[in-house]
């Protein structure tokens, strides 16, 4: 079983919908929770981190639920620019911050 | 603040030929983490540096090895390349502190014929 998975998509949507991704999780003693971006052939960018308490940035929701080992981020408004890549991504501070990325999921907004 | 860089940001390579790819981390950071990402699929872990050292190491062959200098630089070292070999390869930068995310450089994108 991989460490993290994520549908692959694509999500393909129209401008000012919302849309939703879930990634879930193997390891119960994982500690830190990101969402990252990324565009076609570039580098992964950090979006945001992920709280317990769950966060919010903007038009980004971010949720962690614990108990059933999985991550979830919610885009309001979806905007043209919001198409690329979104890579969930598990850190495990008792295996000196060592990262599992999700294969990532892919975001089409389309006008 | 520079970032994260990367070098070179393209090569391409013969297979059986040896390759150095080289990372400078984000000020402040010490931990330096290779990763190889074929298209259309997540970052897989190659292995992480600290204090000069190989301290964790994913699922790759020893053709794959690196070093980190005392400036926390590193190198990504692959030998006798396979066409298989052919990815983004990043390098990520990231701290020893609790829930410090990793910040990464643009990318090698490696092609072997």
């Known amino acids: 079983r991989k460490e993290v998975e994520q549908d692959p998509g694509p999500f393909n949507v129209p401008e000012g919908a919302t849309v939703a991704f879930n990634c879930t999780y193997s390891n119960s003693a994982s500690q830190s929770f990101f969402w990252y971006r990324q565009d076609c052939r570039k580098e992964p960018k950090l979006l945001m981190s992920?709280?317990?308490s769950g966060n919010e940035d903007g038009r980004f929701t971010a949720q962690l639920n614990r108990a059933s080992q999985y991550i979830s981020l919610l885009i309001r408004d979806s905007k043209l620019s919001d198409s690329a890549t979104y890579l969930c991504v598990v850190g495990t501070t008792y295996n000196f911050n060592k990262f599992y990325f999700g294969s990532g999921t892919k975001l089409n907004v389309k006008p | 603040d520079a970032g994260v860089t990367q070098s070179p940001t393209h090569l391409i390579k013969t297979r059986g030929q040896q390759v150095t790819l080289r990372c400078s981390p984000k000020?402040?950071?010490?931990?330096v983490s290779w990763y190889q990402q074929a298209l259309g699929q997540g970052p897989q872990f190659i292995f992480q540096?600290?204090?000069?050292?190989?301290?964790q190491r994913g699922n790759f062959p020893d053709r794959f090895s690196g070093h980190q200098f005392p400036n926390y630089s590193s190198e990504l070292n692959v030998n006798a390349l396979l066409l298989g070999d052919s990815a983004l390869y990043l390098c990520?930068?990231?701290?020893?502190?609790?829930?410090?995310?990793?910040?990464f450089g643009q990318g090698t994108r490696l092609t072997v014929v």
């Open positions: 000020s402040g950071h010490d931990t």
């Open positions: 540096y600290y204090e000069e050292e190989e301290r």
């Open positions: 990520a930068s990231s701290g020893t502190a609790l829930y410090l995310e990793a910040f």
């Open positions: 992920v709280y317990s």
